[in-house]
């Protein structure tokens, strides 16, 4: 343990130097069209497993549905690091062509890195997640009861014209407003957090609602920092490649000097 910390110590980070991008350029729009399909998927794939945990016991509710959400946050921390690490890449080759005096287009340089790209792409991946979230927000109200529901106790006495006309209203299937529409699309969104506080808890899932803006804010953030790890990605992968180049070097001097009789073989241990 002790000798590969040392070795890792003596390791120097390689780093390249890269020229940087533009924030935006011509492939933010496809890129931000992927990442909301992405979205999407990821949401879909969510709701289907944390939904499935309302009718579980709370401990697998508490163990699944937190799980749900650092995935959903790997997932796009990683795919924006590949982003990051392919931009960075894109740098280096056109920093090289700089040296050399070699010339490139603009649009070759815009696609380069650039820290605040990723940000860009997830904020406007998720706008459309974003704005009905918003408008939600703006006119949600804690949901105490669901029209059209009795408890089955009640059946029995709805023979009786007394008792039914003032329940009417219960029998009626209610019509679906827009905010009944933005809402079921908002949970299908943020379901883990939803199935996490407990769909019957009814004050925490009004606070869900009123803060899935910013909920819905955390894979493109999560996206941009992953992104943000690009420089860091591509120093590592420098770094090893020069450690083994190191290595294939010593190893080749050892075995010249062998060769040229410095360095005698080992002979074989002899056994009494």
Not at 214 to 236: D, F, N, Q
Request: glycine share 8%; aromatic share 8%; net charge positive.
């Amino acid at each position: 343990m002790s000798g590969n910390a040392k070795n890792d110590k003596t390791k120097q980070s390689v780093k390249k130097p890269f020229v940087t991008g533009n924030a935006v350029d011509e492939n933010t729009v496809k890129n931000s069209l992927l990442f909301f399909g992405g979205l999407i998927v990821v949401f879909f794939v969510s709701f289907l497993v944390c939904a499935m945990t309302n009718s579980t016991g709370t401990v697998m509710r508490l163990i699944i549905n937190p799980a749900v959400i650092i995935l959903v946050i790997t997932i796009f921390f990683n795919r924006g690091s590949v982003h990051g690490a392919e931009a960075v890449a894109r740098g280096e080759i056109l920093w090289q062509k700089q040296e050399k005096g070699q010339s490139f287009s603009e649009s070759e340089k815009k696609i380069c890195y650039h820290p605040a790209k990723a940000f860009i792409i997830g904020i406007a991946g998720t706008i459309p997640f974003i704005v009905v979230a918003v408008i939600l927000a703006l006119n949600t109200q804690v949901q105490t009861t669901t029209a059209g529901t009795l408890p089955g106790w009640m059946q029995a006495y709805m023979r009786r014209d007394e008792v039914a006309a003032p329940l009417v209203s219960y029998l009626e299937s209610a019509g679906m407003g827009l905010t009944d529409i933005l809402r079921m699309i908002v949970r299908l969104a943020v379901m883990p957090f939803v199935s996490l506080v407990g769909a019957d808890n009814y004050q925490a899932v009004y606070w869900v609602e009123k803060l899935s803006p910013l909920i819905l804010l955390i894979p493109g953030c999560a996206y941009g920092i992953g992104y943000l790890s690009g420089p860091a990605l591509r120093s590592k992968v420098h770094t090893a490649i020069s450690e083994s180049n190191k290595k294939r070097i010593r190893r080749e001097k050892k075995e010249r000097r062998r060769r040229a009789g410095i360095l005698k073989p080992k002979e074989p241990e002899k056994l009494n």
